[in-house]
């Protein structure tokens, strides 16, 4: 546990964990109030895609829970890669993973209680990206002059436990930039490996057969696990697995993955 | 399996490959509890292996190590609670102020206190500037925050890879007396280091490293001793008589040409005997340009690592070039 804390001491303080919540933030309130102003100029325009069902779900109760969740899931899972990629490399690179093996601490317990550092700073991003995109998608909504819906007390039980499958599943997928980073030992590695899994795993969906096996694999079972509503009518949001079987699949690929990384850092030999 | 109590480190037939490259080459090192080890060698010599092995960042291909009389393994991790490391550069969260990186640091191996994080940043200087980001520190004050580091276990044997580098020359002669009061204190220093005077003025005994082994170990005043020299510059058209006057002197062996040019031979014998090799010379009609007498530590240093004179490219590069090739 004190691993732990010391991880959240040194991974909130640094620049990198301020300025990734800033890019997910501001990329979130962009896409809402984006959306109900160009609904406001331009309501049920064919050229722009927004017809009124689109932008009702996304900008009105209960509907913009979901596309809030999807939306901050989207943009928050390629920056929590990268994100994860540069901690856990720079572990490495700046040596502190030497200093912490030559004060005779278990190098499996160093590499577990760092990413259960990053597993809770990446839950509190998550928890801002949410409230904040919840709160931009009213604005958006009270811009495109819409209603704001209700909110009843299922609809928010719902919600919370659906941020929590969220949560589990952007830990899942930042378990592959940790293993990834940790093998390599180097922040660009794991930044570089990450980045080109992310473009893959939206090429590879286009060919079919691939697509079949991709889908048991954590990029496709993370955002399958959290179990998004999708819009009414539309394939948007729409998974490939049964959420709960994709939540169990994504828990199973982040023990395997961390089983990896601490198996990797305890043989690794180290040195700089 | 244990090792003499006496030993506060030792290793026996330590081993270490990189690819072909061999680092280490059956290492046997003694260092004995409450001294201050030197610990010499060229670059490339084995020096940061060694510190490595000793820390458990890698691991031997073959050998054993023994940390306070305790075979050390990798598996028992805990003997490493009591000594303290500094390897090569200090590393530290570069956003981190000096008392977090210290308190952060703390959190892994042994548990440290709040007021030993104090009670080291207060020892090495740091306390007023305990608050501010190390990525805004100098060298040397990086230096002493690495010192802190190592320090913050209260080890009994601390373990320091070039510790006044970047120190300033109040840093140094405080790191001295530091490191010279913990050794009086029972607890146990092993310096690798290049600075060879201020591991002569802090070591009582020094162990020398080439190519992967151990060339001399001992206490520093019988290995000065015993390898004490006398120099002499003579013109080049005269080294060859000079060489032949004073090997009969000292004895075949114990007289060597150690430059490029031929003018300066080295005498394997007593300081005291230098008016004698000046007279020898000087009966057969060769005055001598130079005369050095001593049995200081680099002259040492540089005979058991350079066991034959490489051949230098001539030119402003001479020098640099033979110190690349030890």
Redesign the interface.
Known sequence: M??V??GI??FN???ATLVSLLVAVVLVVIEFVVVGAAYRAAPNDPNNGLTKDTVTWLLTFPGLIDAVLSITFGFGSLIALIYVAVAAGSEWT???L?????????RRN?ALATFASLSLILGAGLAIMFLVGIASAVAGGLIAGLPMGTLDGPTLGGALAKLVRAWIALVGLASVAYAVSMIAKSQMAGVGTVIGLFIASTIVTLIPVIREIFKYLPFSTSSDAVGFGSQPGTSLGAASLDPNVALVVTIAWLIGLLAIAAIATERA???? | MTASATLALSTKDLKKRYGSQVALDGLNLEVPTGIVYGFLGPNGAGKTTTMRLLTGLIRPDQGAIYLMGESFTGANRQLLYNVGALIESPSFYPHLSARDNLRVIGASGKAVTRSRVEEMLELVGLRDRARDKVANYSLGMRQRLGIAVALLNDPALLLLDEPANGLDPAGIVGLRDTLKNLAASGKTVFISSHILPEVQQMADIIGIVAAGRLVSQGPLDELLATQAIVRVKVTPAESAKALELLSALAGDGHVSITDAGGAWLTVRTAAERSTEVNRVLAQAGIFAAGLEAGSDLESLFLQLTQPTAPEQPAGPYAGWYAGAAR
């Open positions: 004190t691993l804390l010391a001491r040194k303080t640094r620049t700046w040596g502190t030497k200093i912490a093996v030559a004060r005779g601490e278990s160093y030999e180290i040195k700089g």
